[in-house]
């Protein structure tokens, strides 16, 4: 199962603490604020859940599976995922 925001959104508003508007309200800053950061070239760690890290990849060869032709792929940036000890563990738990 896909978790999306208005499932997220939804969990906040049925936990009866939070009008839909202002649920949709604090998913949608919460998201920009780890994108904005992320964008900038920062890690997030998110205590107890994991840490999304910035990396840099430097320029290499490559083959086009299709053609076989070689070619060279440019640099960028990727995004990685941790998972903390304490996410880690629940999910092997429920094995």
């Not at 208005?6 to 604090?26: G, H, I, P, Q, W």
């Given at each position: 199962?896909?978790?999306?925001?208005?499932?997220l959104v939804n969990r906040l508003y049925?936990?009866?603490?939070?009008?839909?508007?202002?649920?949709?309200?604090?998913?949608?800053?919460?998201?920009?604020?780890?994108?904005?950061?992320?964008?900038?070239?920062?890690?997030?760690?998110?205590?107890?859940?994991?840490?999304?890290?910035?990396?840099?990849?430097?320029?290499?060869?490559?083959?086009?599976?299709?053609?076989?032709?070689?070619?060279?792929?440019?640099?960028?940036?990727?995004?990685?995922?941790?998972?903390?000890?304490?996410?880690?563990?629940?999910?092997?738990?429920?094995?």
């Amino acid at each position: 199962m896909t978790l999306t925001k208005a499932d997220l959104v939804n969990r906040l508003y049925k936990s009866e603490m939070f009008k839909k508007t202002d649920a949709v309200k604090y998913v949608e800053t919460l998201l920009e604020i780890i994108k904005s950061r992320l964008v900038d070239g920062e890690d997030v760690l998110i205590s107890g859940f994991g840490k999304f890290c910035v990396k840099d990849k430097r320029a290499r060869r490559g083959r086009n599976p299709h053609t076989g032709e070689d070619l060279i792929l440019e640099p960028r940036r990727v995004i990685t995922f941790r998972p903390s000890g304490v996410l880690r563990k629940k999910v092997n738990e429920n094995k």
